[in-house]
């Protein structure tokens, strides 16, 4: 199986700065598509960021130009740097990978969430 690991998650005030980690272990052919989601209490999962397989890239219209994605195949771990951060960003932020396993089937895999909290 799969395991996705995330790290990096924390308290900060209003304009602050994390950067969050995402490491798949286990056995697995490759990895596609990865991405971020966060969900805030009371409210339905949201896709903050994707990244492809080949480094493409796309975030929801309240993050752009403060959050990147970026990945390193070789350690098979995605990152999410978010800048400037606000109140309006906190939530458990969840790791999403597109796997396609030894058998050449694919499955989505999820990681257990990180809390963000950020402080006004």
């Known amino acids: 199986q799969v395991r996705l690991v995330e790290s990096g998650g924390g308290l900060v005030q209003a304009g602050g700065t994390l950067k969050l980690s995402c490491a798949a272990s286990g056995r697995f052919f490759s990895i596609n598509t990865m991405a971020w989601y966060r969900q805030a209490p009371g409210k339905q999962r949201e896709l903050v960021a994707v990244?492809?397989?080949?480094?493409?890239?796309s975030y929801t219209d309240s993050v752009t130009g403060r959050f990147t994605i970026s990945r390193d195949n070789a350690k098979n771990t995605v990152y999410l740097q978010m800048n400037s951060l606000k109140p309006e960003d906190a939530a458990v932020y969840y790791c999403y990978a597109d796997v396609t396993t030894v058998t050449l089937s694919s499955y989505a895999y999820w990681g257990q969430g990180t809390q963000v909290t950020v402080s006004s």
């Open positions: 990244i492809t397989s080949g480094g493409s890239t």
